[in-house]
């Protein structure tokens, strides 16, 4: 019933409001909705100055519409009682025949004269600082979103939050931005409410004076006295709430956050007490003025010591702390560590990628720069997503004081898998033509290559000899790429399979349900995508990875097969990888050691192996191995060919001795268009180049 209520209260109030314009209230109720419009204007100014931050209070703009239309419906209102019926200062409601004779004495001069004075504040003063300070403050949220936004992301991305906490960061941000852009426009109906209410005055002035000499038979100065009287009434209750509005506008646009919960009044009092020497001077200038001739000295006299004492008492309280302060770091040793068990449980989470920086290299974080380590990292993320199919977790960066000088580790799931260094000030030249630049000889942590870390300013000089040019980040970031790539399908989670299989739902909903749960787990989906991005195959088109394994998983769930029928759905993609201007360059096997090879594979726990003796083995590595850095050094990758039963035996055993030798089965190749150019053929005995 509450929440209904709640929900009814202000469409009720909207429709009310509109009424109100239309048809005549009766005095009583006019009096009654003149204290409400006074008090809900109280009350906002008085929530504006509690509230923690601006934010708390989103509805004020919304808020400042319903109570300028709320007042200028009470004008309507109001105005129709004045102008209508028999004269008399009662006729228009007791509120207003009060503001009209005891607050201005009666005096219609008096107040007309206050009331222009209030008239002037609101709109010269309040009003137009207030909207300049929300259209800059707008301006300035709208600005800084972009800034935030990076900032939260590099929170997600060092682990500092979790994916809840960056979604609800982000919903501040915008509902910031949403609140400024609203305060923009609200203040535009704050100004248009105070010369409203200059119009209307003047209208029951001028329609007062009328309608008393003419309809009501009056004098001039009877009539003046009236309606006159009366509209300043009006015009002082419509007035002052409008001020009130107008002050919480100014209030809620110009204040800070504070975590205080007694609000704005106690950073007030805080802040401008805070200086114990201020205070003093301000007391003494007082007491100074005091003794000019002239001047009342007992409100000089009186004001200069509560300022001193202020001080004085201020002083003591920064004492107090200080000791206070000295006791606490005195017991800080013998007090408990006080973790709560989620504390201890958050502590012991291993993260599953992380960056380890010496504490030289923490200028690497944070730089708002392309050299911005988070920011690269970011980078790198998307780049992985895009290109591979699955979301890199979170790398959390924190620096160590066991690391050695310029050095950084790499680790996943709390094991180290990459180290190198990155030296503060230089950059790293790559190249053949390094004897004329300073440093000792390195070798980059990914491919290899010989190179120099040298000073910054000598990076042209580098350039200009023919080295390539590396910054520390980039380093640093290619370094963890290589390692995402090759350590992609220990990343890929269970979790990380549900989130990729809940998105191909939405889209795809048949795929999905044909294959999970009728023929395969989500355990044993996530084997098959292990097994592809173990080979560095891409599995952004998941449908069509969900087909292969809906049609192959009715015959079989052996994990070697699954991932071949997605091979070779996925052939024209996977071939695509190593075409080189409309060429694909192979090694393939002599048939009849082909078949040779087919007669020894042997069914594992781990998938298929080859049984050949030592001798065998090594003579085809050999071969492979020469066929391989030939075809490298004209320039050409090569890819190595073999029939779809025996492609994962023969790729574990070409890993062992070639990593970097992609193996590729007949049936991939089926479905591409690429011509093809065969660089060699290994034999049982010796490998025949073309």
């Given at each position: 019933?509450?929440?209904?209520?709640?929900?009814?209260?202000?469409?009720?109030?909207?429709?009310?409001?509109i009424?109100?314009?239309?048809?005549?209230i009766?005095?009583?109720?006019?009096?009654?909705?003149?204290?409400?419009?006074?008090?809900?204007?109280?009350?906002?100014?008085?929530?504006?100055?509690?509230?923690?931050?601006?934010?708390?209070?989103?509805?004020f703009?919304?808020?400042?519409?319903?109570?300028?239309?709320?007042?200028?419906?009470?004008?309507?209102?109001?105005?129709?009682?004045?102008?209508?019926?028999?004269?008399?200062?009662?006729?228009?409601?007791?509120?207003?025949?009060?503001?009209?004779?005891?607050?201005?004495?009666?005096?219609?001069?008096?107040?007309?004269?206050?009331?222009?004075?209030?008239?002037?504040?609101?709109?010269?003063?309040?009003?137009?600082?207030?909207?300049?300070?929300?259209?800059?403050?707008?301006?300035?949220?709208?600005?800084?979103?972009?800034?935030?936004q990076?900032?939260?992301?590099?929170?997600?991305?060092?682990?500092?939050?979790?994916?809840?906490?960056?979604?609800?960061?982000?919903?501040?941000?915008?509902?910031?931005?949403?609140?400024?852009?609203?305060?923009?426009?609200?203040?535009?109906?704050?100004?248009?409410?105070?010369?409203?209410?200059?119009?209307?005055?003047?209208?029951?002035?001028?329609?007062?004076?009328?309608?008393?000499?003419?309809?009501?038979?009056?004098?001039?100065?009877?009539?003046?006295?009236?309606?006159?009287?009366?509209?300043?009434?009006?015009?002082?209750?419509?007035?002052?709430?409008?001020?009130?509005?107008?002050?919480?506008?100014g209030?809620?646009?110009?204040r800070?956050?504070?975590?205080?919960n007694?609000?704005?009044?106690?950073?007030?009092v805080?802040?401008?007490?805070?200086?114990?020497?201020?205070?003093?001077?301000?007391?003494?200038?007082?007491?100074?003025?005091?003794?000019?001739?002239?001047?009342?000295?007992?409100?000089?006299?009186?004001?200069?010591?509560?300022?001193i004492?202020?001080?004085?008492?201020?002083?003591?309280?920064?004492?107090?702390?200080?000791?206070?302060?000295?006791?606490?770091v005195?017991?800080?040793?013998?007090?408990?560590?006080?973790?709560?068990?989620?504390?201890?449980?958050?502590?012991?989470?291993?993260p599953?990628?992380?960056?380890?920086?010496?504490?030289?290299?923490?200028?690497?974080?944070?730089?708002?720069?392309?050299?911005?380590?988070?920011?690269?990292?970011?980078?790198?993320?998307r780049?992985?997503?895009?290109?591979?199919?699955?979301?890199?977790?979170?790398?959390?960066?924190?620096?160590?004081?066991?690391?050695?000088?310029?050095?950084?580790?790499?680790?996943?799931?709390?094991?180290?898998?990459?180290?190198?260094?990155?030296?503060g000030?230089?950059?790293?030249?790559?190249?053949?033509?390094?004897?004329?630049?300073?440093?000792?000889?390195?070798?980059?942590?990914?491919?290899?290559?010989?190179?120099?870390?040298?000073?910054?300013?000598?990076?042209?000089?580098?350039?200009?000899?023919?080295?390539?040019?590396?910054?520390?980040?980039?380093?640093?970031?290619?370094?963890?790429?290589?390692?995402?790539?090759e350590?992609?399908?220990?990343?890929?989670?269970?979790?990380?399979?549900?989130?990729?299989?809940?998105?191909?739902?939405?889209?795809?909903?048949?795929?999905?349900?044909?294959?999970?749960?009728?023929?395969?787990?989500l355990?044993?989906?996530?084997?098959?995508?292990?097994?592809?991005?173990?080979?560095?195959v891409?599995?952004?088109?998941?449908?069509?990875?969900?087909?292969?394994?809906?049609?192959?998983?009715?015959?079989?769930?052996?994990?070697?097969?699954?991932?071949?029928?997605?091979?070779?759905?996925?052939?024209?993609?996977?071939?695509?990888?190593?075409?080189?201007?409309?060429?694909?360059?192979?090694?393939?096997?002599?048939?009849?050691?082909?078949?040779?090879?087919?007669?020894?594979?042997?069914?594992?726990?781990?998938?298929?192996?080859?049984?050949?003796?030592?001798?065998?083995?090594?003579?085809?590595?050999?071969q492979?191995?020469?066929?391989?850095?030939?075809?490298?050094?004209?320039?050409?990758?090569?890819?190595?060919?073999c029939?779809?039963?025996?492609?994962?035996?023969?790729?574990k055993?070409?890993?062992?001795?070639?990593?970097?030798?992609?193996?590729?089965?007949?049936?991939?190749?089926?479905?591409?268009?690429?011509?093809?150019?065969?660089?060699?053929?290994?034999?049982?005995?010796?490998?025949?180049?073309?």
């Open positions: 019933m509450r929440k209904i209520i709640f929900q009814l209260a202000t469409p009720v109030a909207i429709v009310g409001i009424m109100l314009m239309m048809f005549p009766p005095s009583w109720l006019l009096d009654i909705l003149l204290i409400m419009s006074i008090m809900l204007s109280m009350l906002a100014l008085l929530t504006t100055l509690f509230v923690r931050k601006a934010l708390d209070f989103s509805v703009p919304t808020l400042v519409l319903v109570a300028t239309l709320f007042r200028l419906g009470l004008n309507v209102a109001s105005t129709r009682l004045i102008l209508g019926g028999s004269g008399g200062t009662d006729k228009a409601g007791k509120v207003i025949e009060a503001f009209g004779t005891f607050v201005v004495g009666g005096n219609f001069v008096v107040g007309m004269v206050v009331f222009l004075i209030l008239v002037i504040i609101n709109f010269v003063v309040i009003t137009n600082g207030a909207g300049r300070v929300a259209e800059v403050g707008a301006r300035f949220t709208l600005d800084a979103m972009p800034g935030k990076m900032a939260i992301d590099a929170d997600l991305n060092a682990g500092l939050i979790d994916e809840d906490q960056a979604r609800k960061r982000r919903a501040e941000v915008t509902a910031e931005a949403d609140f400024y852009g609203a305060m923009d426009g609200g203040t535009k109906f704050v100004k248009g409410d105070a010369i409203a209410g200059i119009v209307i005055t003047l209208i029951n002035l001028v329609g007062g004076f009328i309608i008393g000499m003419v309809i009501d038979s009056m004098s001039a100065t009877d009539s003046i006295k009236t309606y006159a009287q009366l509209t300043v009434g009006d015009g002082l209750v419509s007035q002052i709430p409008a001020l009130l509005m107008s002050s919480a506008t209030i809620i646009v110009t800070a956050n504070t975590d205080a007694e609000g704005v009044g106690k950073d007030f805080g802040q401008l007490s805070q200086s114990q020497m201020a205070m003093y001077i301000a007391g003494v200038a007082a007491l100074l003025m005091g003794v000019i001739p002239g001047m009342p000295k007992l409100p000089f006299i009186i004001v200069g010591g509560v300022l004492f202020v001080g004085y008492q201020q002083g003591l309280a920064v004492k107090r702390a200080e000791a206070e302060a000295d006791m606490m005195d017991e800080e040793p013998f007090k408990p560590a006080g973790e709560t068990p989620e504390q201890l449980i958050e502590q012991m989470r291993v599953a990628l992380e960056i380890m920086l010496s504490p030289d290299l923490i200028d690497l974080v944070g730089s708002n720069t392309d050299a911005d380590l988070l920011a690269r990292v970011r980078g790198l993320r780049k992985v997503a895009l290109e591979s199919g699955f979301v890199v977790p979170p790398v959390r960066t924190r620096d160590s004081v066991d690391l050695p000088a310029s050095t950084y580790v790499i680790r996943m799931s709390g094991v180290e898998v990459g180290r190198g260094i990155a030296p000030g230089r950059v790293l030249a790559l190249g053949d033509s390094l004897d004329d630049l300073p440093g000792d000889l390195v070798h980059e942590p990914v491919f290899g290559l010989t190179g120099k870390w040298i000073p910054i300013e000598l990076r042209y000089n580098a350039e200009i000899s023919g080295a390539t040019v590396v910054d520390r980040v980039s380093v640093l970031i290619t370094h963890l790429g290589a390692l995402v790539a350590n992609a399908a220990r990343l890929l989670t269970r979790e990380d399979v549900r989130v990729l299989t809940d998105g191909l739902k939405q889209t795809n909903p048949s795929v999905v349900d044909e294959l999970i749960p009728a023929h395969l787990s355990g044993e989906v996530q084997v098959v995508l292990q097994g592809l991005l173990e080979e560095q891409a599995i952004l088109d998941l449908a069509r990875i969900f087909e292969a394994l809906s049609v192959r998983a009715k015959q079989t769930t052996d994990p070697e097969q699954l991932v071949e029928a997605a091979r070779a759905e996925l052939g024209p993609a996977i071939v695509a990888k190593y075409v080189i201007d409309g060429v694909l360059r192979v090694i393939t096997l002599d048939p009849m050691f082909e078949q040779s090879l087919l007669e020894a594979v042997r069914p594992g726990d781990h998938g298929s192996q080859l049984a050949l003796d030592p001798d065998r083995m090594e003579s085809f590595l050999t492979v191995r020469a066929v391989t850095e030939a075809s490298e050094q004209t320039g050409f990758s090569v890819v190595l060919v029939a779809p039963v025996l492609r994962p035996a023969l790729r055993l070409v890993n062992l001795g070639i990593a970097r030798l992609p193996v590729l089965s007949y049936s991939e190749m089926s479905g591409a268009k690429v011509m093809i150019e065969t660089m060699g053929t290994i034999s049982g005995s010796h490998a025949i180049s073309s």
